[in-house]
T-cell receptor
Framework: AQSVTQLDSQVPVFEEAPVELRCNYSSSVSVYLFWYVQYPNQGLQLLLKYLSGSTLVESINGFEAEFNKSQTSFHLRKPSVHISDTAEYFCAVRNNNAGNMLTFGGGTRLMVKP | DVKVTQSSRYLVKRTGEKVFLECVQDMDHENMFWYRQDPGLGLRLIYFSYDVKMKEKGDIPEGYSVSREKKERFSLILESASTNQTSMYLC?????????????FGAGSRLTVL
């Protein structure tokens, strides 16, 4: 079964600085990859997804993630963060051995400071 | 706006009590899910359902049961609550097929078992 590792549990960063949230997965077959975001006191919502095609995917609020098959990674990046980006971010992979359900990483808490 | 509504935002129960967590979605989604969210562990799937009266075990079903009598409603039941079930519980729904991994989440129910 696939697994997902988010290497950083917390990432503090100053406003307008760049950020990278790391995600590695284990899989020997084709993968579908996702980033979900959870703002304070809210449920998770889909940020972006990779299903096929271009390895670089973007969200509407300036985040992007790149699927790197050789490094089995799907890191999330933003060139300049805002206070409103403060949230917890979850990387997820579709688990081909479990009815195509999602397997989530442990989450990374992004804390943007003024 | 599409919605997944969880009936209770916060609950406090005693060890041994029976606990019901209710979830309703208004999107006519076939799939519904219950996850628990714990710090550092991310989201772990308890049960999911892909149709009325159908249910499948997830990764951590022990100590839980579910009920789906109507398409829009998916209930999580703790027959005899224990302190290790203190957690945040998230309900989600999705379409079948290619949309199955695009989940819409509720805001969560934080359960404390004393």
């Amino acid at each position: 079964a696939q697994s997902v590792t988010q290497l950083d549990s917390q990432v503090p960063v100053f406003e307008e600085a760049p950020v990278e949230l790391r995600c590695n997965y284990s899989s020997s077959v084709s993968v579908y990859l996702f980033w979900y975001v959870q703002y304070p006191n809210q449920g998770l919502q889909l940020l972006l997804k990779y299903l096929s095609g271009s390895t670089l995917v973007e969200s509407i609020n300036g985040f992007e993630a790149e699927f790197n098959k050789s490094q089995t990674s799907f890191h999330l990046r933003k060139p300049s963060v805002h206070i409103s980006d403060t949230a917890e971010y979850f990387c997820a992979v579709r688990n081909n051995n479990a009815g195509n359900m999602l397997t989530f990483g442990g989450g990374t808490r992004l804390m943007v400071k003024p | 706006d599409v919605k997944v509504t969880q009936s209770s935002r916060y609950l406090v129960k005693r060890t041994g009590e029976k606990v019901f967590l209710e979830c309703v979605q208004d999107m006519d989604h076939e799939n519904m899910f219950w996850y628990r969210q714990d710090p550092g562990l991310g989201l772990r799937l308890i049960y999911f359902s892909y149709d009325v009266k159908m249910k499948e075990k997830g990764d951590i079903p022990e100590g839980y049961s579910v009920s789906r009598e109507k398409k829009e409603r998916f209930s999580l039941i703790l027959e005899s609550a224990s302190t290790n079930q203190t957690s945040m519980y998230l309900c989600a729904s999705s379409l079948p097929g290619s949309g199955a991994n695009v989940l819409t989440f509720g805001a969560g129910s934080r359960l404390t078992v004393l």
